[in-house]
């Protein structure tokens, strides 16, 4: 079974923090991903990677970076925590194959406050 | 840009019951795919059923089925004997290439 882990299941930090959320999954995928789920809106891509050191912006990157050093894991920066940051952060993987469904890791519940 | 729209942020249905959710979508693409996620609370999301965009005939997983509509750019998910289990958020996805675009999400209640 495929598996997706993040770091953390809740986190609380202060505004102005350096905040890293980290994913890893270990059925070698090669596309990660993270979302932001907020009620109402649904699912929005922050960013994805498809390779080592590869990335590209998703829907909403803003005050967001990502860094993916090796192919298991994938993480999540936010440079300075602001309150509207306060969200679930979802990461998930794929393969390449645009047929493969995405697995998800179970979430991580950040608090910016 | 794909957008998918999901008109029903909740609904309720009573066990052992038929409950339709519904979801359309927008593109301009002929080859894609589509899915339907399940959200348990506090649980991790899962795929319930997939479907091939050019494949006419609709994909059905156990209880669960797909009334796909190519040209009305509908994707509803059909879950027949409803169960308590079956209680979650659903949402609906759209895949072209390596990102998915999601709807807003169904919370649907199971009634005893």
């Known amino acids: 079974d495929v598996k997706v882990t993040q770091s953390s299941r809740y986190l609380v930090k202060r505004t102005g923090e350096k905040v890293f959320l980290e994913c890893v999954q270990d059925m070698d995928h090669e596309n990660m991903f993270w979302y932001r789920q907020d009620p109402g809106l649904g699912l929005r891509l922050i960013y994805f990677?498809?390779?080592?050191?590869?990335?590209e912006k998703g829907d909403i990157p803003e005050g967001y970076s990502v860094s993916r050093e090796k192919k298991e894991r994938f993480s999540l920066i936010l440079e300075s925590a602001s309150t509207n940051q306060t969200s679930m952060y979802l990461c998930a993987s794929s393969l390449l194959d645009r047929s493969y469904e995405q697995y998800f890791g179970p979430g991580t519940r950040l608090t910016v406050t | 840009a794909q957008t998918v729209t999901q008109s029903q942020p909740e609904m309720s249905v009573q066990e052992a019951e038929t409950v339709t959710l519904s979801c359309t979508y927008d593109t301009s693409e002929s080859d894609y795919y589509l899915f339907w996620y399940k959200q348990p609370p506090s649980r991790q999301m899962i795929l319930v059923i997939r479907?091939?965009?050019?494949?006419?005939q609709n994909a059905t997983e156990n209880r669960f089925s797909v009334n796909f509509q190519k040209a009305a750019k509908s994707f509803s998910l059909k879950i027949s004997d409803s169960q308590l289990g079956d209680a979650a958020m659903y949402f609906c996805a759209y895949r072209r290439n390596e990102k998915l675009t999601f709807g807003t999400g169904t919370r649907l209640t199971i009634i005893p």
């Open positions: 479907q091939e965009a050019y494949k006419q």
């Open positions: 990677s498809y390779d080592v050191k590869m990335k």
